[in-house]
């Protein structure tokens, strides 16, 4: 079975500043998606990016780009120009290929509780 | 488009009585799940459906039952609900393909709060 494992339960950073949430996992799997879900405190969770583990190249959206480290099985987060609307948990997430040993769906890690201070 | 929509968004129950919570896509995915958020625990998956009539246990799938009798509809059922199931309820919906692909994602629904007492 897949884990994913982020290791900081709550990090805080002034707004403007750049954060890197950090997230590790474990596969067997060579071909997966990774993700990173942002949720405010409405409780909706919202895509904020997704990579494809065949893509060397690391995905970006806007402020938001990942550090994706196949070898080491590492998936960070940075967001850049941190602002007050990033604050929330934010979930790193893993899914396996169609057909592949296991469950369907995602597997989530634990949270980061991520605080933008004005 | 609705995307996934969840009802009721909030519930209170007495130990041991029963509830069933509706999801429901108009997306066409073939896939949908349940999920359970618990403080300090992230998302972790109850149940799951690969397609009408098919469903299939996830990580922690003991005191549910799930039925998806039609494609757009998923029914995540408490027959004897306990303490222990106060929790927020997520059910979201995808669809797969056997190829590596830029389109897989899950799209969730705005959660329902239960609370059991």
């Known amino acids: 079975a897949q884990t994913v494992t982020q290791s900081q339960p709550e990090m805080s950073v002034q707004e403007a500043e750049t954060v890197t949430l950090s997230c590790t996992y474990d596969?067997?799997?060579?071909?997966?998606?990774l993700f990173w879900y942002k949720q405010p405190p409405s409780r909706q969770m919202i895509l904020v990016i997704r990579?494809?583990?065949?893509?060397?190249q690391n995905a970006t959206e806007n402020r938001f780009s990942v550090n994706f480290q196949k070898a080491a099985k590492s998936f960070s987060l940075k967001i850049s120009d941190s602002q007050l609307g990033d604050t929330a948990m934010y979930f790193c997430?893993?899914?396996?290929?169609?057909?592949?040993?296991?469950?369907?769906?995602?597997?989530f890690g634990k949270g980061t509780h991520l605080i933008i201070q004005p | 488009n609705a995307g996934v929509t969840q009802t009721p968004k909030f519930r209170v129950l007495k130990t041991g009585q029963s509830m069933t919570l509706l999801c429901a896509q108009d997306?066409?995915?073939?896939?949908m799940y349940w999920y359970r958020q618990d403080p300090g625990m992230g998302l972790r998956l109850i149940h799951y459906?690969?397609?009408?009539?098919?469903?299939a246990k996830g990580e922690v799938p003991d005191g549910y039952n799930v039925s998806r009798l039609k494609k757009q509809n998923f029914l995540l059922g408490l027959e004897s609900a306990a303490p222990s199931q106060t929790s927020v309820y997520f059910c979201?919906?995808?669809?797969?393909?056997?190829?590596?692909?830029?389109?897989?994602?899950?799209?969730f629904g705005s959660g329902t709060q239960l609370s059991v007492l």
């Open positions: 979201a919906s995808s669809y797969r393909q056997g190829i590596p692909s830029t389109n897989e994602k899950l799209f």
């Open positions: 997306m066409n995915h073939e896939y």
């Open positions: 459906s690969v397609g009408e009539g098919t469903t």
């Open positions: 596969t067997s799997e060579s071909n997966y998606y």
């Open positions: 990579q494809e583990a065949y893509k060397q």
């Open positions: 997430a893993f899914m396996k290929p169609l057909g592949g040993g296991g469950a369907d769906g995602l597997t």
